[in-house]
Protein backbone atom coordinates (compact mmCIF):
# COMPACT_ATOMS: atom_id res chain seq x y z
CA UNK A 1 0.00 0.00 0.00
CA UNK A 2 1.65 3.63 -0.92
CA UNK A 3 1.38 6.32 1.68
CA UNK A 4 -0.90 8.67 -0.47
CA UNK A 5 -3.36 5.98 -0.50
CA UNK A 6 -3.40 5.67 3.32
CA UNK A 7 -0.62 3.44 4.01
CA UNK A 8 1.92 4.04 6.93
CA UNK A 9 5.52 4.04 5.90
CA UNK A 10 6.95 2.45 9.07
CA UNK A 11 10.36 4.20 9.73
CA UNK A 12 12.95 1.67 9.99
CA UNK A 13 16.60 1.98 11.07
CA UNK A 14 19.30 -0.40 10.01
CA UNK A 15 22.03 -0.92 11.97
CA UNK A 16 25.20 -2.05 9.98
CA UNK A 17 27.07 -3.53 12.37
CA UNK A 18 30.82 -2.44 11.32
CA UNK A 19 32.97 -5.46 11.82
CA UNK A 20 36.54 -4.13 13.14
CA UNK A 21 39.52 -4.73 10.43
CA UNK A 22 41.88 -6.65 11.26
CA UNK A 23 45.22 -6.21 9.18
CA UNK A 24 47.85 -9.38 9.98
CA UNK A 25 51.07 -8.82 9.54
CA UNK A 26 53.42 -12.10 9.87
CA UNK A 27 56.93 -13.39 8.92
CA UNK A 28 60.52 -13.96 10.35
CA UNK A 29 62.35 -12.47 12.26
CA UNK A 30 63.97 -9.06 12.04
CA UNK A 31 61.73 -8.75 8.77
CA UNK A 32 60.22 -5.57 9.59
CA UNK A 33 57.30 -6.35 11.06
CA UNK A 34 57.23 -4.21 13.98
CA UNK A 35 58.64 -0.87 12.04
CA UNK A 36 56.14 -1.24 9.55
CA UNK A 37 52.92 -2.41 11.65
CA UNK A 38 53.29 0.58 13.73
CA UNK A 39 53.85 3.10 10.31
CA UNK A 40 50.36 1.43 9.03
CA UNK A 41 48.85 1.76 12.29
CA UNK A 42 49.79 5.14 12.60
CA UNK A 43 48.73 6.53 9.00
CA UNK A 44 45.70 4.42 9.52
CA UNK A 45 44.72 5.40 12.83
CA UNK A 46 44.54 1.42 14.09
CA UNK A 47 45.53 -0.22 17.40
CA UNK A 48 49.16 -1.63 17.01
CA UNK A 49 48.96 -5.07 18.81
CA UNK A 50 52.76 -6.95 19.43
CA UNK A 51 52.16 -10.42 19.78
CA UNK A 52 55.52 -11.35 20.53
CA UNK A 53 55.58 -8.46 23.41
CA UNK A 54 52.83 -10.63 24.82
CA UNK A 55 54.37 -13.83 24.48
CA UNK A 56 57.27 -12.15 26.33
CA UNK A 57 55.79 -10.86 28.56
CA UNK A 58 54.80 -14.35 29.68
CA UNK A 59 58.65 -15.23 29.25
CA UNK A 60 59.22 -12.08 31.83
CA UNK A 61 56.69 -13.34 34.11
CA UNK A 62 57.43 -16.97 34.50
CA UNK A 63 61.67 -15.80 34.98
CA UNK A 64 60.19 -13.53 37.90
CA UNK A 65 58.16 -16.18 39.78
CA UNK A 66 61.26 -18.93 39.23
CA UNK A 67 59.23 -21.27 36.81
CA UNK A 68 61.30 -23.73 34.87
CA UNK A 69 60.44 -22.31 31.22
CA UNK A 70 61.75 -25.80 29.58
CA UNK A 71 59.04 -27.36 31.74
CA UNK A 72 55.50 -27.45 29.79
CA UNK A 73 53.34 -28.08 32.53
CA UNK A 74 54.98 -25.55 34.77
CA UNK A 75 54.19 -23.12 31.86
CA UNK A 76 50.88 -24.21 31.47
CA UNK A 77 50.22 -23.74 35.36
CA UNK A 78 51.75 -20.18 35.73
CA UNK A 79 49.68 -18.91 32.25
CA UNK A 80 46.44 -20.26 34.16
CA UNK A 81 47.65 -18.18 37.64
CA UNK A 82 48.51 -14.81 35.69
CA UNK A 83 45.72 -12.66 35.18
CA UNK A 84 47.35 -9.38 33.55
CA UNK A 85 45.07 -6.88 31.84
CA UNK A 86 44.54 -6.04 28.43
CA UNK A 87 44.73 -2.00 28.23
CA UNK A 88 45.29 0.12 24.93
CA UNK A 89 47.46 2.82 25.97
CA UNK A 90 48.49 6.14 23.72
CA UNK A 91 52.38 6.41 23.20
CA UNK A 92 53.74 9.07 20.84
CA UNK A 93 50.65 9.37 18.76
CA UNK A 94 50.02 5.39 18.94
CA UNK A 95 47.61 3.32 20.16
CA UNK A 96 48.94 0.20 21.24
CA UNK A 97 47.95 -2.54 23.21
CA UNK A 98 49.92 -3.75 26.68
CA UNK A 99 49.53 -6.37 29.17
CA UNK A 100 49.04 -4.76 32.45
CA UNK A 101 51.13 -7.31 34.98
CA UNK A 102 50.63 -6.45 38.69
CA UNK A 103 50.28 -2.64 37.76
CA UNK A 104 53.15 -2.68 36.02
CA UNK A 105 53.61 -2.37 31.94
CA UNK A 106 57.56 -4.31 31.44
CA UNK A 107 59.13 -3.10 28.40
CA UNK A 108 62.79 -2.95 28.80
CA UNK A 109 62.47 -6.28 30.90
CA UNK A 110 61.19 -8.34 27.59
CA UNK A 111 63.93 -7.60 25.66
CA UNK A 112 66.76 -8.93 27.60
CA UNK A 113 69.01 -11.70 26.47
CA UNK A 114 67.39 -14.17 28.97
CA UNK A 115 63.69 -13.56 27.77
CA UNK A 116 64.04 -13.95 24.74
CA UNK A 117 65.75 -17.27 25.28
CA UNK A 118 62.84 -18.37 27.41
CA UNK A 119 60.36 -17.30 25.05
CA UNK A 120 61.10 -19.83 22.37
CA UNK A 121 60.41 -22.19 25.16
CA UNK A 122 56.80 -20.95 26.32
CA UNK A 123 55.73 -20.15 22.82
CA UNK A 124 55.44 -23.72 22.27
CA UNK A 125 53.15 -24.63 24.84
CA UNK A 126 49.43 -25.49 23.86
CA UNK A 127 47.71 -23.90 26.78
CA UNK A 128 49.74 -20.95 26.42
CA UNK A 129 48.98 -20.13 22.33
CA UNK A 130 45.32 -21.13 23.20
CA UNK A 131 44.84 -18.17 25.93
CA UNK A 132 47.20 -15.51 23.55
CA UNK A 133 44.89 -16.41 20.79
CA UNK A 134 41.63 -15.54 22.68
CA UNK A 135 43.55 -12.97 24.22
CA UNK A 136 44.89 -11.76 20.99
CA UNK A 137 41.27 -12.20 19.46
CA UNK A 138 39.84 -10.04 22.62
CA UNK A 139 41.74 -6.60 21.28
CA UNK A 140 38.90 -6.05 18.85
CA UNK A 141 37.50 -4.28 21.73
CA UNK A 142 39.71 -1.66 21.04
CA UNK A 143 38.62 -0.95 17.24
CA UNK A 144 40.32 -1.74 13.99
CA UNK A 145 43.47 -3.28 14.52
CA UNK A 146 47.40 -3.85 13.01
CA UNK A 147 48.58 -7.15 14.80
CA UNK A 148 51.91 -8.58 13.96
CA UNK A 149 53.24 -11.88 15.09
CA UNK A 150 54.20 -15.20 13.74
CA UNK A 151 50.21 -17.42 13.23
CA UNK A 152 48.04 -14.07 12.86
CA UNK A 153 46.74 -14.74 9.47
CA UNK A 154 47.20 -18.49 10.02
CA UNK A 155 45.46 -19.11 13.34
CA UNK A 156 44.33 -15.87 15.46
CA UNK A 157 42.49 -14.29 12.45
CA UNK A 158 41.93 -17.00 9.85
CA UNK A 159 39.32 -14.79 8.56
CA UNK A 160 40.63 -11.77 7.91
CA UNK A 161 41.02 -10.80 4.15
CA UNK A 162 43.82 -8.31 5.19
CA UNK A 163 47.23 -11.18 5.72
CA UNK A 164 50.56 -9.95 4.66
CA UNK A 165 53.74 -11.85 5.06
CA UNK A 166 57.22 -10.25 5.63
CA UNK A 167 60.17 -11.69 4.67
CA UNK A 168 64.10 -10.84 3.68
CA UNK A 169 67.26 -12.78 3.19
CA UNK A 170 68.88 -14.21 6.19
CA UNK A 171 72.10 -12.12 5.61
CA UNK A 172 70.19 -9.21 5.03
CA UNK A 173 68.10 -9.89 8.96
CA UNK A 174 71.24 -10.66 10.67
CA UNK A 175 72.72 -7.25 9.48
CA UNK A 176 69.83 -5.34 10.50
CA UNK A 177 69.71 -7.46 14.28
CA UNK A 178 73.32 -6.39 14.27
CA UNK A 179 73.10 -2.58 13.65
CA UNK A 180 70.62 -3.32 16.65
CA UNK A 181 72.94 -4.24 18.91
CA UNK A 182 71.07 -7.63 18.92
CA UNK A 183 73.43 -10.74 18.66
CA UNK A 184 70.88 -13.85 17.50
CA UNK A 185 71.37 -16.95 15.70
CA UNK A 186 68.33 -15.97 13.45
CA UNK A 187 68.57 -19.09 11.38
CA UNK A 188 67.90 -21.16 14.21
CA UNK A 189 64.86 -18.87 15.76
CA UNK A 190 63.33 -19.44 12.61
CA UNK A 191 63.91 -23.21 12.58
CA UNK A 192 62.06 -23.09 15.79
CA UNK A 193 59.31 -20.87 15.17
CA UNK A 194 58.31 -22.70 11.64
CA UNK A 195 59.01 -26.34 12.91
CA UNK A 196 56.70 -26.09 16.08
CA UNK A 197 53.90 -28.16 16.69
CA UNK A 198 50.98 -25.89 17.31
CA UNK A 199 50.79 -22.97 15.09
CA UNK A 200 53.84 -22.62 13.13
CA UNK A 201 55.04 -19.61 10.96
CA UNK A 202 53.88 -20.06 7.76
CA UNK A 203 52.55 -18.34 4.88
CA UNK A 204 48.87 -18.26 5.09
CA UNK A 205 46.57 -19.02 2.43
CA UNK A 206 45.90 -15.48 0.48
CA UNK A 207 48.62 -13.92 2.44
CA UNK A 208 50.28 -11.09 0.07
CA UNK A 209 54.38 -12.21 0.15
CA UNK A 210 56.49 -9.08 1.08
CA UNK A 211 60.45 -9.65 0.19
CA UNK A 212 61.53 -6.33 1.52
CA UNK A 213 65.62 -7.45 1.00
CA UNK A 214 66.19 -4.29 -1.02
CA UNK A 215 63.49 -2.09 0.15
CA UNK A 216 63.33 0.75 2.43
CA UNK A 217 61.31 0.64 5.55
CA UNK A 218 59.71 3.68 3.70
CA UNK A 219 59.06 1.78 0.45
CA UNK A 220 57.79 -1.26 2.31
CA UNK A 221 55.43 0.47 4.35
CA UNK A 222 54.13 2.32 1.58
CA UNK A 223 53.87 -1.29 0.02
CA UNK A 224 51.79 -2.13 2.42
CA UNK A 225 49.46 0.88 2.58
CA UNK A 226 48.49 0.93 -0.82
CA UNK A 227 47.59 -2.58 -0.92
CA UNK A 228 45.39 -2.45 1.85
CA UNK A 229 44.06 0.31 0.58
CA UNK A 230 43.21 -0.64 -2.51
CA UNK A 231 41.57 -3.57 -0.44
CA UNK A 232 39.76 -1.50 2.20
CA UNK A 233 38.52 0.59 -1.24
CA UNK A 234 36.94 -2.56 -2.56
CA UNK A 235 35.57 -3.51 1.08
O1 LIG B 1 58.43 -11.08 17.44
P1 LIG B 1 59.22 -11.39 18.69
O2 LIG B 1 60.66 -11.66 18.45
O3 LIG B 1 59.03 -10.37 19.77
O4 LIG B 1 58.57 -12.77 19.22
C1 LIG B 1 59.01 -13.36 20.41
C2 LIG B 1 58.78 -14.85 20.33
O5 LIG B 1 57.40 -15.17 20.37
C3 LIG B 1 59.35 -15.55 19.10
O6 LIG B 1 60.15 -16.66 19.52
C4 LIG B 1 58.19 -16.07 18.34
C5 LIG B 1 57.06 -16.05 19.33
N1 LIG B 1 55.80 -15.62 18.72
C6 LIG B 1 54.92 -16.58 18.34
O7 LIG B 1 55.22 -17.76 18.47
N2 LIG B 1 53.72 -16.22 17.83
C7 LIG B 1 53.40 -14.94 17.68
N3 LIG B 1 52.22 -14.60 17.16
C8 LIG B 1 54.32 -13.93 18.04
C9 LIG B 1 55.54 -14.31 18.56
Known sequence: MSPAAGGRIL?????????????????????????????????????????GAMYRTLAWYCLKHKVDVQDARAVA????????DLCCVEEDG???VRLL???????????????????????????????MKRTQRDCIQFG??????????????PETDFKFYLDA???????????????ENLAARDQRDSQRATAPLMIALGAKVINNSSLTSDQTSELL??????RLGGA
Open 169 to 183: HLEERTKRRTADGVN
Open 101 to 131: VDSYFPEKEIRTPETAAAVSHVATVSKVRDW
Open 144 to 157: DLVMEGRDIGTNVF
Open 11 to 51: ETTSFILKQPIVIAIDGTSASGKSTNSKRVAKALGYVYVDT
Open 225 to 230: LSEIRL
Open 77 to 84: AACRRWKP
Open 94 to 96: LRR
